[in-house]
């Protein structure tokens, strides 16, 4: 093992407390609803039904946006764009399936364009977009946080300028495939979400480019001088994350099976970076923590879960989100960690415990 | 201290970001005279109306200006901004109280949750972004707990100030007769222009404001200086939640209803205001009268596609993002070149 596991370390990690309050927010669920955490098979979709199912599910879009963010956050910057490009996604997609929209106004069971065109354009514009943030952020020398503030700004307005401000809406079912259908009895967002989980774990700890993000968001010029194009891994850092706010665009349009250029993605970027920081990540860059960012996305579900529960409307589950992640938050900060570290410390010396 | 003449005062480099945001506010104002001078671009009522139309962005300006020189971020202002206005709304139109009593209730709402955050941003050393998104999180939920509807507002009080104007005159042959076309300002325009120069007097004139920019330069230089960095901070965010709370008031006046969904995104049209009229988000760096300048300029390109009458009004924000994309390159450059200078 790299790290010294004993009871202080532990205490003071933040993925440790993660895991803690999503364990509890289970608890408190499983005790309000005692078939919480009962799974069923479904054989006329093929799917496996239960609240935990569902909320990896619904959780895909964050999650998979949150992967990239992980790495802007680890770079020392926020990317305030992607819920703006999950609009672009959405919005490209719709257009290359509804070419037509214009002479046929009822949706059917076809798509105008090839299939490989709606699927791959949409990523590959996203791509770009990201690409043109990492420029401004590694050539321009631009904070992440204005450089993405642009297209934030702009990103909707594309997505309603490609649609002429229109909503379209498709029945092809290849593309429902995305968002609706179903693999290995999972729906297919989360063998989606499993697939980009394990490939950015894969590319960041099995290739030295997890430890360039890392070196590069604590000092950028040391990391330079030692050798690490700083520019090009924050280039690929942006791409990767413009890539990924695309896949989470073409799964939420499929999803509704329509592109929504007012609502497609908002806020995204907030519960993205919230995933993040709950996730353990800390927001001057640095170390980052794949695991703690999938346990941060889910947390954020699994709180909208609970509310809705709670017979409560689904605008307000906000309020009670905010307070669970205040909670969290106030848990994770610094001086409350190194407290409780110091108490746990404390009561190993009492009890002559084994020292680390 | 040696007394500056004016002129070399106004020609110091730091203020070129404030003058770059005039330059381009005059060229593009300048470009729509030429375009639409005859449908009546020029006119005072046109010039008017870009405060009244843009005033409750303009008065969280104002704070939003203060939190970003002292290097912090405050998301929660639009949702803020919504909850008083559905307090003004719920208040009058179903609890049937004063509006005065609403509008209390809401300051010390406002004031109190900006004090809040302050706190958790100096002593628990949670980042601004995320203390002020879960504060955007909160407010935004209690105004959904409160009415999912929109609520108009209607209450004598309300009615009378939102009426209220100041027509203005000129003077002809020895009387004063109103402008043609007529232009008025109303409270909202009068509340934007006190509360500018308030910000203004604040940031240059008091010993509070040289804290905003010492702490905004270097954190840890202000705080082995002896200058009080916690006090400073918790003060900016709660004053920025006062004009929160202001702005709420002056939207609540120019569309009489409170909304729960009201304002959603507002916070950023409130930062890119700012931005553009020269405040470096880094911290430090920021003056009133270039977040004036940002929210006239900023407002600006709607009124020239409404006077164009064909383009969409998403060309709006394009034009916006642009106009960032702009304004940062010249702050960029303005920075290197002050940067090898020094050097």
Known sequence: MRKNLNLSSIMQSKVTWAVIAEMLILLVCFAIRPDFFSISYQPSTGMLYGSLIDIVNRSAEITIISMGMTLVIALGGTDLSVGALVAVAGAIALKFLRWDVLEYTTPGDYSVCPYILVLTVPLIICALMGLFNGFLVAKGGIQPIIATLILMVCGRGVAQILTDGKQFTTGYSPFRVIGQGSFLYLPMPIIITIVVVVAVALFTRKTAFGAFVESVGVNPSASRLSGIKADQVILIVFLLTGLLSGIAGLIYSSRIMSNDSNNAGLNFEMDAILAVVIGGTNMSGGKFSIIGTLVGSLIIRTIVTFVYYFGIVAEATMAFKALIIAVVIVLQSAPVREYFAKRAAKRVKVSGGVQA | ?343
């Open chain 2, 1 to 343: 201290m040696k007394k500056q003449s004016v002129f070399s005062r106004l020609t110091n480099p730091k203020y070129i970001m404030v003058y770059a945001t005039i330059g381009i506010f005059l060229i593009i104002y300048a470009f729509g005279a030429f375009l639409y001078g005859d449908k009546g671009f020029m006119t005072v009522r046109t010039f008017v109306n870009l405060f009244i139309d843009n005033a409750y962005f303009g008065i969280s300006a104002v704070g939003m200006t203060m939190v970003l020189i002292t290097g912090g971020i405050d998301l929660s202002v639009g949702a803020v901004a919504s909850l008083t206005g559905m307090f003004i709304a719920y208040g009058t139109s179903v609890l049937n109280l004063h509006p005065l009593t609403c509008i209390f209730a809401a300051l010390v709402m406002g004031v109190s949750l900006g004090l809040l955050m302050g706190w958790v941003i100096h002593y628990l050393k949670v980042p601004a972004f995320i203390t002020t998104l879960t504060g955007m999180f909160f407010a935004r939920g209690v105004c959904s707990l409160i009415s999912r509807e929109s609520i108009d507002i209607k209450h004598e009080f309300i009615d009378s100030l939102a009426s209220w104007k100041i027509y203005l005159m000129k003077y002809v042959d020895g009387n004063w007769v109103r402008i043609k076309p007529i232009a008025f300002i109303n409270f909202n325009v009068i509340l934007f222009v006190i509360m500018i120069i308030i910000g203004t007097f604040i940031l240059q004139k008091t010993r509070f404001g040289r804290n905003i920019y010492a702490i905004g330069g270097n954190e840890q230089s202000a705080s082995l200086m002896g200058l009080p960095v916690g006090r400073t901070k918790i003060l900016v965010y709660g004053f920025n939640g006062l004009c929160s709370v202001l702005a709420g008031i002056s939207y609540a006046l120019y569309v009489k209803s409170g909304w729960n969904l009201s304002l959603q995104g507002g916070e950023l049209e409130v930062i890119t205001c700012a931005v553009i009229g020269g405040t470096l988000l880094t911290g430090g760096v920021g003056y009133m009268i270039g977040t004036l300048f940002g929210v006239l300029l900023k407002s600006v390109i709607p009124a020239l596609i409404t006077f164009n009458g064909n383009l969409l009004s998403w060309w709006g924000k394009i034009a916006t993002g642009l106009l960032l994309l702009l304004f940062i390159c010249i702050q960029r450059f303005v920075v290197t070149s002050s940067k090898l200078k020094k050097a």
